[in-house]
């Protein structure tokens, strides 16, 4: 079912919802915050008594645009942090389960976290809850969230487990959460689908984006928002299905962005070719060094995973995550192939998110390619605007690795630098100055951050992604012109 626009009386008399998120990470603690914003009472649960503890006086663990000022605004009113997840869901009408899904070592994803939070949920379920899904977990995962519950002592009449899966990117969460392309219920019984309007009711009838003191966003919702009630199943289906395409469009762009290479074609024109279709859209057609991050390549993997658990062979999405993994090793090449040996190169390595606009670094290719270089001899300087802590505990081991204070500290010196992360400061970098600190002018940009006018201009060997390499330090006075 589809509902555009204003849909509830009974939400207008009972706007306020008493709220439990299970998980305080990126999904659970940006639900948390706009829920809150949403004009909810909200109590946010995490087992790490630390982070509650930090997130009660005020602390912001992540980096994440717009969070630390909604924290500020709800924190100790309609927003409270414990640990105690029993209370919390036992003084809740609806309890969000935001906790890790890690892959495990066999590809699928790992739910022992989630099965722990509802195995605890179940002793509080004295009285109507609905128990809602908000980590992302396989097909009929609420099946067995249901079984799990009933095991542990819960009675049938006192549950319901829906579907409300997120889609959220990280350095733009809160405005992808208030702001949203659709909000997605999967709910099979009629009192589930009821409460979940008067949740999302302020979004739905377009209400919140008429208050002065929202947060803006850049899409117009005063209508509402595009509301899709389904299954349970088919809501679990649209997220992993959501995160598999588009990392397969990453893919089959960086595929193309090989074979403009053989050709001779520009990768940055083909996509814009590519994307004016509108069936097809201009985004994630960017070229570069493949997707990372805590979603798409877990959620590639556990989807074609819950594929062959019920016998049907996804090799589509075997090739995406093959591609991806291809893309390093084809820009580590471009390195190799610019400076020959690798072994006592002195390599500045910009970035270590695996995105411009968070500190997220879990299956980062930036930190697989400073591995691979420290690995084959290097001497490695990395500077991130936001992601140098995150980074430090998984590569501090490394007595070749030096953390730079900026861009131009960790190029200094450098037979060559590579642009890993697409941070906008990257790419407003002072050429002439970054050129007069390097060693060698070379610049292996994996994002396409710059002009290969520009960087030919700069007088520097300059390999991109999809593009011809430009070599301007060899037509300077001095050179071979």
């Known amino acids: 079912m589809q509902r555009w626009g204003r849909v509830v009386n009974q939400a207008e008399a009972n706007p306020s919802v008493k709220i439990a998120v299970a998980g305080s990470g990126y999904v659970g603690l940006i639900a948390a915050v706009c829920f809150a914003e949403l004009g909810h009472q909200v109590v946010c649960v995490d087992i790490d008594h ?41 003084d809740s009408e609806a309890i969000f389960i935001a906790v890790g899904t890690p892959q495990s070592a066999t590809g699928e994803a ?30 009929l995962t609420n099946r067995w969230i249901r079984r799990t519950l009933l095991t542990n002592g819960a009675r049938a009449e006192n549950f319901d487990v829906i579907s409300n899966p997120e889609f959220l990117r990280e350095g733009t969460a809160v405005e992808d959460f208030l702001y949203p392309d659709r909000v997605v219920i999967g709910a099979d019984h009629a009192r589930a689908r009821e409460l979940a309007r008067r949740i999302y009711q302020p979004m739905i009838d377009g209400s919140y984006y008429r208050r002065a003191d929202r947060v803006p966003g850049a899409r117009e919702l005063g209508e509402g928002v595009l509301y899709l009630e389904t299954s349970a199943q088919s809501a679990e289906l649209i997220k992993h299905a959501s995160n598999a395409f588009l990392a397969m469009k990453i893919s089959f762009i960086n595929a193309v962005s090989n074979l403009c290479e053989l050709v001779g074609s520009d990768v940055t024109e083909v996509a814009r070719g590519i994307g004016a279709d509108e069936r097809i859209g201009q985004r994630f057609l960017n070229a570069g060094i493949g997707y990372g991050g805590s979603c798409f390549p877990k959620d590639v993997r556990a989807f074609y995973k819950v594929a062959e658990s019920v016998g049907y062979d996804f090799e589509l999405l075997k090739v995406v995550e093959r ?53 084959e001899g290097c001497q490695v300087s990395v500077y991130d605007p936001a992601a140098m802590e995150k980074a ?22 450098a037979h060559a630098l590579l642009v890993v992360t697409e941070w906008k400061e990257f790419a407003q970098l002072d050429l002439e100055r970054l050129r007069s600190v390097m060693r060698y002018p070379v610049v292996i940009d994996g994002r396409n951050l710059f002009k290969l006018e520009r960087m030919e201009q700069a007088g520097f060997q300059y390999h991109s992604v999809g593009r011809a390499m430009v070599n301007g330090f060899a037509t300077e006075k001095g050179g071979q012109r």
């Open 110 to 139: 790992d739910l022992s976290q989630v099965e722990a939070s509802v195995s605890e949920i179940a002793a509080s379920l004295s009285e109507y809850k609905m128990i809602v899904e908000k980590s992302t977990v396989p097909v």
């Open 392 to 413: 430090r505990p998984l590569l501090a081991s490394e007595p070749e690795l030096r953390f730079a204070e900026d861009s131009y500290s960790a190029a200094e010196g």
């Open 50 to 90: 630390a982070r509650v503890a930090a997130l009660t006086a005020g602390e912001v663990p992540i980096y994440e645009e717009r969070l630390p000022e909604l924290l500020a605004k709800h924190r100790g009113r309609g927003l409270s942090f414990t640990t105690d997840l029993k209370k919390a869901a036992r």
């Open 323 to 375: 591609i991806n993994s291809v893309q390093l090793q084809h820009f580590m090449k471009k390195l190799r192939g610019a400076l020959w040996n690798l072994r006592g190169k002195k390599v500045g390595v910009l970035g270590l998110a695996f995105k411009g606009g968070t500190d997220d670094v879990r299956e980062s290719p930036a930190i697989q390619i400073v591995r691979t270089l420290l690995a």
